[in-house]
């Protein structure tokens, strides 16, 4: 069970080196190839489009001072990842071997873009600072709810991925899918305990058997994990602070089990993860 390609999304921004630091550190352990995808906005080409449509165009000096903060940003991802991969021993720059660390240029819409690297990625890295609001918010829900692929949402330091993790439990598919996804890093776990809302169960349209997850893991060589039950009425704090009580290092969860307008509506346990700024690190599947 391994991690083979491994796609970052960067901004230029604040959480750009935790996401890189997590891609690169994982690089390392499963001789992995990561490929970093700048999705900071194309400003020169929407404010061309925008005065194409008032009726008006751009000056040179504003079209040139837009190329330019667009450079600084591709500067500032191209340098965070060098450190990233410096830090976790792993080759920068495109080229063949692994493990190794390389960043595109931001070419087409973001979207599109991880769009077409996700059909055979193996994981998409994010930071935390990008899941809240702005383009990254719905780059997070593209790549679980179209892309159906897994993230991994950065948090703390990635050694912390060696140590205690919690899969949260509800036999829903969304959860079966983020548990398969998540074999490779529930494999290098100190420990695994499975953390279980009894409050939010719906027995009718799943098996939440906690017995059958863990036949599962043995077969992949996991282990079986602890139970640990909890209550309340918000299921995802609940199972965040059991996670946290564990020490995990990493929380596996399905995401979006309802139906996206309902947890739109009435928040659930999706968005009380994400809305976490600290303890461990999500890996999320729909």
Not at 9 to 25: E, N, V
Not at 222 to 231: F, I, Q
Request: a negative charge.
């Amino acid at each position: 069970m391994s991690l083979k390609r491994i796609l970052t999304l960067a901004s230029g921004g604040a959480g750009d080196p935790s996401a890189l630091a997590f891609a690169a550190w994982l690089a390392g352990q499963h001789d992995s190839v990561v490929e970093v995808i700048p999705v900071y906005p194309d400003s020169v080409a929407d404010m061309i489009a925008l005065g194409m449509t008032l009726g008006a165009a751009l000056s040179r000096d504003a079209v040139e001072a837009l190329a330019a903060a667009e450079r600084e940003l591709q500067d500032r991802i191209e340098t965070a990842g060098r450190r990233a991969a410096k830090g976790a021993d792993v080759v920068f720059g495109a080229g063949e071997g692994a493990p190794r660390l390389s960043v595109h240029t931001r070419g087409l819409r973001p979207a599109l873009t991880l769009t077409r690297h996700a059909a055979l990625a193996d994981l998409v890295v994010v930071a935390q600072e990008d899941v809240l609001t702005g383009p990254g918010k719905d780059l997070l829900g593209q790549a679980l709810l179209a892309d159906r692929a897994p993230v991994l949402v950065a948090r703390g330091d990635p050694d912390r991925l060696a140590g205690p993790a919690a899969v949260a439990w509800d036999g829903s598919p969304q959860a079966g899918r983020a548990v398969r996804a998540a074999l490779p890093l529930l494999a290098m776990a100190s420990a695994v305990h499975v953390l279980q809302c009894v409050t939010s169960l719906d027995r009718q349209a799943a098996d939440p058997d906690i017995d059958l997850l863990n036949a599962y893991l043995r077969l992949h060589g996991v282990g079986a994990g602890v139970a640990t039950l909890v209550e309340g009425p918000d299921e995802g704090a609940a199972l965040v602070a059991a996670a946290e009580a564990g020490r995990a290092g990493l929380l596996v969860a399905g995401a979006w089990g309802h139906s996206r307008l309902r947890e739109t509506v009435f928040g659930g346990a999706t968005r009380s993860f994400l809305g976490r700024k600290d303890g461990p690190a999500l890996l999320l599947a729909h």
